[in-house]
C-alpha cells in the first residue's frame, strides 16, 4: 500500500515538472485576477521568487526547468512558511518541489489579498 501511495507522489511530481509554464502560468494568472488581483502583480512576485523577467521566459519550458534554472532565486524565499495543499512548504525536501510550493503559497497570499509588500518579505 505504502509503495503504491509513493509511486502516486512520485508520478504527480513528475507530472508538474514536466508541465509547460504556458500551462501553468495562465493558471495562476486566472487564479489572481479571479480575487481582483492583476498580471502585473503576479508577474512581480514570480520576478522577486525567481529572478525571470516574465516577458522573456520561454513558455514552452517545462515547469521544472523553469524553477531549476531560475536566473537568481530570491535567498529571502527561505522566509516563506506556511502549508500549501496541507504541506508546510518549510519542510519540502525536493528542492525544485519546495520551490515551486513557494510560489504557490505567495500566490495564494496575493489571491487572499495580501498587499504586495507583504508577500514579497
Same mark, same amino acid.
Given at each position: ?33 479571479? @480575487? %481582483? ?8 512576485? /514570480? &520576478? ?9 521566459? =520561454? ?21 516563506? @512558511? %506556511? ?8 519542510? /519540502? &525536501? ?9 510560489? =504557490? ?17
Amino acid at each position: 500500500m505504502v509503495e503504491s501511495g509513493m509511486r502516486r507522489d512520485t508520478m504527480a511530481r513528475q507530472s508538474i515538472f514536466d508541465m509547460k509554464v504556458s500551462k501553468i502560468y495562465p493558471l495562476l494568472l486566472q487564479k489572481v485576477e479571479r @480575487k %481582483g488581483r492583476s498580471k502585473e502583480e503576479l508577474d512581480a512576485t /514570480i &520576478e522577486w521568487l525567481t529572478g525571470y523577467d516574465m516577458k522573456q521566459v =520561454d513558455q514552452d519550458m517545462t515547469y521544472g526547468d523553469f524553477f531549476s534554472h531560475a536566473p537568481a532565486m530570491n535567498p529571502r524565499a527561505e522566509l516563506i @512558511k %506556511g502549508k500549501v495543499c496541507g504541506v508546510q512548504v518549510e519542510n /519540502i &525536501e525536493d528542492p525544485i518541489m519546495q520551490k515551486i510550493r513557494w510560489l =504557490d503559497k505567495l500566490v495564494d497570499e496575493l489571491s487572499k489579498g495580501k498587499p504586495l509588500d507583504k508577500v514579497l518579505r
